[in-house]
Structures are given as C-alpha cells and as structure tokens.
C-alpha cells in the first residue's frame, strides 16, 4: 500500500484476515515473540544510542540492549526471549535455555544483571525458581489484543456500535484520513502528545525518539483531518464538546487533543501540500508497527475539541481495517491493567480498548537475572533509597 493510501474503506464488504488465527494453540512451531525482539527494534535502538547484541540456541532467541548506570552496566531484552517448545521439553527449559545463555553473555559483557520480559505467562513460582527477581514492569505485563481471521465484518459486529457509526460516516463530515511515513509528520501526533501530556501531567513520549522510529522505516502514521472550518458552525454550533469516546493514548489512558495550529508545529496545508482555500486540521493521528503478521497500535492522541465525534476511535477502527486488509492475523492494542478500581490510572484506557472487542493475554512481566549478586542487592538498596527520596519531594 503506498504512503497516503488506505485500504478498507467505510462500508465496504471486503473479506480481510489471514489463513490462521492467533489463537492456534501451542504447537511445536508456535514462537512466543514480539516485535521488540526484531531486527527493525535493534534498529533503532543503536539509533537512540545502545549497543545490542544477540544469543541463541534450542527453544530460544534473544536480542539484548546494554545499558549503562552509575554502578555498572546491565543488559535488557525487551518482551523477550523469544521461546518456543523443543521436543521432549516444556517452554519453561527454553527459558532456562535463554537464562544460561544470556548470563554467559553478561559474564563476558560485565553486566551485572539481566532483564528480561517473557512473552510467556509463567507464573511467579516459576520465575523465581529460576533465580529471577520480580523488578517493576518497563513494558506491561498483560495486552489486549484481536484476532483479524474473521473478516470485515465480524470485527465491526463485535465492536460498540456508535463507534463503528462515527466510521462509516467521517467522511460525510468532510474528514479525511491518510497514513504517512515521512518524518517531518511526526510533529502532527507529538503535538497532540504534548497537549494530553500537559493536561494530565505525564512526560509524553519525546518526539525525536518517535521521528526515528519514522525514519527506520518500520512505522506509520494515520492522521485524521477535518475542514479548517469545520465546527465554525458545525452540527450543533459546537466543536469543544467532549464525548465518552475514551481514551486513545496508550501512555496516558486518556485521549486529549490540541489543534496542530496552535501548536508551534506547523499547519497541515504546509505539511502535506494543501493549497488555500482547502486547508485542513489534524483531528487525531496515531502511530502503529507492523511486524510478523501482528499490528501494534503504539501511540495515539485526538483533538479534545472534536471528541463529540470520537476521532481516536474512527482513526483505531481503520487501522485495524487496513491490518485486516492485509492480511495480518493480530491487532495487539499495546498493554492494559487488570485491575477493576476505576481510580486506577489504566483503567480508563483498559476499558477503551475491551470496547472494539478482542481478549486478554497474559505475559511473565519484567525480572532480573542478578549475575553479580552482590552488586545486585547493593543496586536494588540504592533505588529503593531513591524512591522514598522521589516521594518526599
């Protein structure tokens, strides 16, 4: 599919999905992984700055950043090992595999511990029996995701119905949508970022960062626009009204938006080449990676002004159009809580995400592997000193 051009379009029949489900069991070719295991991610972490390196053998795979800190240096892998089953043996000796190997790296590295995020949903006897310490989560520990085997259609019956209505009818609003992998867009979804961020008083992602992940070539941008007028004198007089459309952010769990003008960023007829008098404004816009057949929706933010016509949700449902389109087996909409307090910070998103249907799916969480344990436990005192430090601020 070319830069700019979408697939499924609102209303259509087409039959979309691959030829298997992600929910196939576990059979002896089933690999637990994640796209921050792949090439693309060590990519673009030696872009931002790491070395990575990589280990192997039966049941197992891992690529591993390094990473430096005023005690020395340790080695993360990110959602990973990657794990499948060797024959005779259970997942759980794969990652004994991977655990081995991966200190016999850190030896030689003079890391003095090993993190690691199984993809796998061991339970935590099992991760401490292997001489693991539970560490706090850097990448969630559960996710949402939706099988795309089903079609079309089947997708939109499972999903809230006024948000599959604000589908199929954006474009009779005069919105338009497009996908971009040019990295002067990024601006477009950062600026929006920044808005949500300063409204909820969290650090957005930095929009370097994101620009390179642009430029690696592994992600893309959907970005929603509306008529530089629209809302002067839209459906009811009113575009500030904001809808339970919910969040959109996957960092946030909330979706706040603010018009690209007004941002310092640049207008969008700049940006894409509208001339005047058919200038536009970006509405919404969020960045996706697509790897192995799955679609990961990364991050995400919409115009608060325009919430009443839920812009976050027209741009997720076709993304995951397009994915099934596509042919991909998986949409992983990127972490949720489990949790059923409604203060909890991720519950807002969490209950967003379940919305367009789908299932949960359970992962180990983050552990270290201490190498060095003597310089492990004096590490874990410094950070919990720093903590109660943070909270006396």
Known sequence: MSDGELGVKPGGGEVCGGERGFDSGEGPDKVFGHFLQSEDWEKY?????????????????????????????????????????????????????????????????????????????????????????????????????????????????????????????????????????????????????????????????????????????????????????????GEDGSAGVRSAAGPVNVVSGSAGEVSVGASGVG?????????????????????????????YYAHAAADEKFMKYAPGSIVLIQMIMDACLAGMRVFDFWGMTTSEDPKHPWYGFTQYKKSFGGRQVDYAGTWDLPVDKAKYRLYQGVRAVNRVMRKKR
């Open 45 to 233: 972490e030696q872009a931002e700055g790491h070395e990575t390196r990589r280990v192997s053998g039966e049941g197992f795979r891992a690529m591993v950043a390094v990473h430096e800190t005023a005690m020395g240096r340790y080695l993360f892998c990110p959602y990973g090992p990657e794990l499948w089953k060797v024959e005779g043996h259970d997942l759980k000796w794969s990652l004994e595999q991977a655990l081995n190997s991966l200190s016999q790296l850190a030896k030689k590295e003079k890391a003095f511990f090993v993190r690691v995020e199984p993809t796998v949903g061991f339970s935590e006897a099992e991760m401490t029996g292997m001489g693991l310490v539970r560490s706090h989560d850097l990448d969630p520990a559960h996710t949402w995701v939706m099988d795309l085997t089903s079609g079309q259609e089947s997708l939109l019956g499972g999903m809230e119905k006024r948000k599959v209505r604000y589908w199929r009818n954006y474009q009779k609003r005069g919105f338009s949508m497009r996908q971009s992998k040019n990295p002067e867009e990024i601006g477009l979804l950062t600026s929006l970022l920044k808005a949500l961020g300063d409204r909820d008083n969290f650090n957005p992602q930095d929009e370097t960062h994101l620009k390179r992940q642009l430029m690696a070539g592994f992600a893309t941008l959907y970005i929603l626009e509306a008529p530089a007028d629209f809302g002067v004198a």
């Open 267 to 295: 207008s969008v007829a700049e940006k894409s080449g509208i001339g005047a008098g058919g200038e536009k404004k970006v509405i919404a816009a969020a960045l996706i990676y697509d790897y192995d057949g799955v679609r």
